[in-house]
């Protein structure tokens, strides 16, 4: 590579000495052309729903919208606070549920008896529950709560989006006790502490920001979702009151006034799904943030 | 000084402390481990024994049956499956393309790193928007267009029998598109790691014989990296299977039995989303069934793709 040696072709080791044949580069430039255009595309529907997105949506959006009742089918005016109440209780309900099952699972799995019998059926499980659709756990819910209780409820669609978001859980919090360095619990049983107390005050609190983000991605997802929901906590035009009654919850709220033929009733699902779409950014954004400092 | 010094009184505070026990942390650990297995079988439980009167009563002439007609109860989903095929297969035909465009954009080095960062973040939004605000989308944007340009392609090639007309904005077509988009995050992510992990000996040995790089992609690096592909088109199969919203707002829920791609359609899931609010009685136990047959066949699905993705780490594993 000495400066007064003679130039060698751009293509050189490329080609072993000889040119590329034009058709040969053509055929390539055009591959590469295609392969832009078509991740392009995909560009073009994502913008397409954030303009739609502010541009419905953000002419309603004011003080009214998170502290009114729904407006009754043909009135204007009204909010969706009672909506927004109701997703936060069924997400909480839901977070009640998985995030202690979820947590001594994966602590369980990987702590206590990562090569046992059980250890492997629980990955197998929480792979699977991945995998079974939303509506499923909607499904479930209706079968184990709502047929039981004979009543639309909060707690049935907690139940469902429980179910739905265990897996995320289950399956961060492994990594995040993964992430735990070996030496950290090998140290903690040279001082002479128990398993116990290895996991609960060294393991835990090591793994706790890795497994935050876990459990924010799920409210993110949770909050999201509309299959579970739709026929265990059915819809309200009311505040919530008790946690056995129907209730309302953003996601149902926006896919029942989509298919109403009044305008203003379409343009709050629009201020709806503007609400829902940046609460989940904000919460995947934020989950991101807690995570990085992690990366040492 | 001798053994005899000892203490034997009662313990120090730090044997106490240190003195091996039960670990009753160990036992609710099981316990939490237990139930979330036993949540699946319960899952299926619960399905399957609220489905068992509809199963006892139609049988296997419920996937055969082409009616659906809860007031004369009489159930049959056979255009309801083949509407959740099609519709998924349609899906992943749009799909697969771009998905592995993008995949190959953030996995090889056409693109400086930050641009990459740039679209990886685009697809991660992509699939962080909740599935009810794509079909409010595609109720304002993809019917009025596969209606407009549905009715040309029924014009010129309706005699094929997939483009039959009349065209309508809710149909097969429509759901698939927006389907698609919906899948589009899974299928990039999965062939990304897939590709990411093709070694470099093999890029660098095909450059060195002189090919180009679409060469070297189309030669090398793709079918090196095609079975976790595969994997991860099984994989989004299996979630446009189970996507419910979207559908069930686009998709026009029909029962009735068609071919076209234009017309009105019905999935499963949408099926479900739209009748079980207001169901009673054998209708119930009907869309339980229904619920079974879905459960039933994204199962099958998903552990095809798992197995086959962990063949291919076993395999890619092997390369390095």
Known sequence: ?296 | MGVASIPVGPESPIQREYRPRTDFFKGICWLASLLTVLLLVCILLEVFSKAWPAIHRFGFGFITGVQWSPNREVFGVLPVLIGTGISSLLALLFALPLGLAIALFLSEDFLPAPIRQVIRFVIELLAAIPSVVYGLWGIFVVVPLVQQYGGILADKLGFLPIFQGPAYGNSLLTASIVLALMVLPTITAISRSTLVTVPYALREGSYALGATRWETILGVILPTAAPGIVASSILAFGRAMGETMAVAMLIGNSQRLSWSFLAPSNTLSALLANQFAEADGIQVNALMYAAALLVLMTLCVNIAGEAILRHTQKTTAGLR
């Open chain 1, 1 to 296: 590579m000495s400066k007064n040696s003679a130039p060698v072709p751009q293509n050189f080791f490329t080609t072993g000495g000889k040119q590329t044949s034009p058709l040969r580069l053509l055929r390539n430039r055009l591959l590469t052309a295609l392969c832009i255009v078509l991740s392009l595309l995909t560009l073009v529907p994502l913008l397409s729903i954030i303009i739609l997105l502010l541009r419905n949506g953000l002419p309603l959006l004011g003080a009214d919208l998170f502290t009114q009742l729904p407006p009754a089918p043909g009135q204007d005016g009204g909010g969706f606070g009672n909506a927004i109440v109701g997703t936060l209780v069924m997400v909480g309900i839901a977070l009640i549920f998985s995030v202690p099952l979820g947590i001594l699972s994966a602590v369980y799995i990987n702590e206590y008896a990562p090569t046992s019998k059980l250890a492997a059926a629980v990955r197998f499980v929480a792979k699977l529950l991945t995998g079974i659709p939303s509506i499923i756990c909607g499904v479930f819910a209706f079968a184990a709560v709502v047929m039981t209780t004979h009543q639309f409820s909060a707690l049935a669609g907690g139940v469902a989006l429980s179910i739905l978001i265990l897996p995320t859980i289950l399956l961060t919090s492994e990594q995040a006790l993964m992430g735990v360095a070996y030496a950290y619990r090998e140290a903690s049983f040279g001082v002479g502490a128990t398993p116990f107390q290895t996991i609960w005050r060294i393991v835990l609190p090591e793994a706790l920001p890795a497994m935050m983000t876990g459990v924010m991605l799920a409210v993110a997802r949770a909050s999201g979702e509309t299959a579970p929901v739709l026929f265990t906590a059915l819809f309200s035009y009311n505040w919530i009151h008790s946690l056995m009654e129907p209730t309302a919850s953003l996601s149902v709220l926006i896919y029942n006034f989509a298919s109403l033929p009044y305008s203003h009733h379409i343009s709050m699902a629009w201020a709806a799904s503007l609400v829902l779409v940046i609460l989940v950014t904000i919460v995947n954004v934020s989950a991101q943030i807690i995570f990085r400092p992690r990366h040492r």
